[in-house]
């Protein structure tokens, strides 16, 4: 399972990537790279059953608690 998910990330890299290249917006290949590497950990945890807390509780506990916003 570990392959076919590296195998995956690294198809969607090498569409991606030149376009990036090509555009030459370093603003949005640090954004790219930073939802590209946070998604690919994520879902490496998940392959290897390691305990993850969800990233919606994580920012829903960062809008309560740091920017005192509720909804």
Same mark, same amino acid.
């Given at each position: 399972? @570990?392959?076919?998910?590296? +195998?995956?990330?690294? !198809?969607?890299? $090498?569409?991606? #990537?030149?376009? &990036? ?8 290949? @640090?954004?790219?790279?930073? +939802?590209?590497?946070? !998604?690919?950990? $994520?879902?490496? #945890?998940?392959? &290897? ?23």
């Amino acid at each position: 399972m @570990i392959l076919i998910l590296i +195998i995956g990330f690294s !198809a969607m890299l $090498l569409i991606d #990537l030149p376009r &990036l290249i090509k555009a030459k917006q370093l603003r949005l290949f @640090i954004v790219y790279g930073g +939802i590209y590497v946070t !998604a690919f950990t $994520l879902w490496l #945890l998940f392959l &290897l059953r390691i305990p993850v807390v969800s990233p919606f509780t994580l920012l829903s506990d960062f809008f309560k608690h740091v920017l005192n916003i509720s909804y």
